[in-house]
Structure formats: C-alpha cells, structure tokens
T-cell receptor, first 113, second 118 residues
Framework: QQQVKQSPQSLIVQKGGISIINCAYE??????FPWYQQFPGKGPALLIA???DVSEKKEGRFTISFNKSAKQFSLHIMDSQPGDSATYFC????????????WGAGTKLIIKP | DTEVTQTPKHLVMGMTNKKSLKCEQH?????MYWYKQKAKKPPELMFV???????INESVPSRFSPECPNSSLLNLHLHALQPEDSALYLC?????????????????FGAGSRLTVL
C-alpha cells in the first residue's frame, strides 16, 4: 500500500523529443508527489512537485500530469536535451508515512544528441 | 546559502575502524536527515532529526550512530561496519520539522559521502 511503482527502468530519447516517466501508487491518502533529479556524483534535487487538487503542473520544459482516479502521475520532459540525462525518482508522502518520502525505483534517462 | 555540505566526499575504512561523516547546512532548516543509497537504487531513509531531536530511526543497526550537535550540524558515526554497508550516504535538510507536512515539502540534499568498507 505504501509502494510507488515507477517505469520504465531506463529510457533513451533523441534530443528534442519528449521523455515520459510514469509512476503509480496504491495509497489514496498520499497528498504530495514530487519528482527528484539526480546526476552522477550528486545528491537528488527537487525538480517539480504536485498535490492531488490539480491535474497538471508545468515548470518550463517539465510537466507533471496527475490522474487521481487512475492513481498515476507522470513526468513529461519536452524538447529533451543531453543535459537532462540523469536518474529521475518519483515519490509520494502523507501522514501515514509520517510525511517521509516513499520513493519510486528510479528511471535512468539518456538523451542522445 | 542554499547548500548542504558533506565531508568527506570519499571514505575507505576497514571493518574495525571508527570514522564519522559530517553534514552542515546554513539555511535555517529545522529537520536534517541521513539517507543511504546503493547503486541504481532510490535513497533509503536512516534517521531524521527534527529540532535537534531524533524523531525517526528506521531500524538502523547500532553500528551507525547519528548525532546532531546543533541545528546546523549532523554527524553519522561509523563503527564496525560491514562490506555491505558500502554505499553513498546522503545528508538532507528541510525547512519544517521532519514529521510535519511542511517538512516533507522540499528536501535539499548534499552531494553525499561515498563510503567503501573493506
């Protein structure tokens, strides 16, 4: 119930293309859904986050789409660039997890020039 | 200053050694965290300090001993580690207390300390 399932495990996208990473959850009480980006040799950094009262949030080339009924949320990276190559983690939290993040398994994204 | 600074960046230690990892933040954040990250895996929560008090210990073996000397500093003391403890150890901080909704909002991570246990 506390799991967050992330797919795909790895993704290769051509420069300029759209990268899409998906996450699914079971616990309908989750109320915060962030995406973290991690470059090799660095710690994760918050990229974008959404709460379930909205269906979409956009920040520059990055968009979270949230489907409450399907219990799914996804990250879309428009006009993907080689500098976007990183590992992306989705996560969720709520009172049940003491507001600590429940992490997805991660997606290694490679953008080919 | 929006950084979490971790030292050392790399540490190699034997199973009988005692060493410490250090973490510092000057953002006025009131919660600080230790995470362990194995290759190609997400971070695993180890400890949370909220307002300088240990609020969460995720059943971590006693060979890992956290310490929070003040609101800006967090240490992780290591003793009698096993080779399977080799990992990237990440420190993070958040503005609110570690158990609060506000505290969950944004974690700021350091670059990590890469630990190798021989």
């Amino acid at each position: 119930q506390q799991q967050v399932k992330q797919s795909p495990q790895s993704l290769i996208v051509q420069k300029g293309g759209i990268s899409i990473i998906n996450c699914a959850y079971e616990n309908t009480a989750f109320d915060y859904f962030p995406w973290y980006q991690q470059f090799p040799g660095k710690g994760p950094a918050l990229l974008i986050a959404i709460r379930p009262d909205v269906s979409e949030k956009k920040e520059g080339r990055f968009t979270i789409s949230f489907n409450k009924s399907a219990k799914q949320f996804s990250l879309h990276i428009m006009d993907s660039q080689p500098g976007d190559s990183a590992t992306y983690f989705c996560a969720a939290s709520n009172e049940d997890s003491n507001y600590q993040l429940i992490w997805g398994a991660g997606t290694k994204l490679i953008i080919k020039p | 200053d929006t950084e979490v600074t971790q030292t050392p960046k790399h540490l190699v230690m034997g199973m009988t050694n005692k060493k410490s990892l250090k973490c510092e933040q000057h953002m006025g954040h009131r919660a600080m965290y230790w995470y362990k990250q194995k290759a190609k895996k997400p971070p695993e929560l180890m400890f949370v300090y909220s307002y300088e008090k240990l609020s969460i210990n995720e059943s971590v073996p006693s060979r890992f001993s956290p310490e929070c000397p003040n609101s800006s500093l967090l240490n992780l003391h290591l003793h009698a580690l096993q080779p399977e403890d080799s990992a990237l150890y990440l420190c993070a901080s958040s503005q609110g207390g570690g158990g609060s909704r506000a505290g969950a909002n944004v974690l700021t991570f350091g670059a990590g300390s890469r630990l190798t246990v021989l």
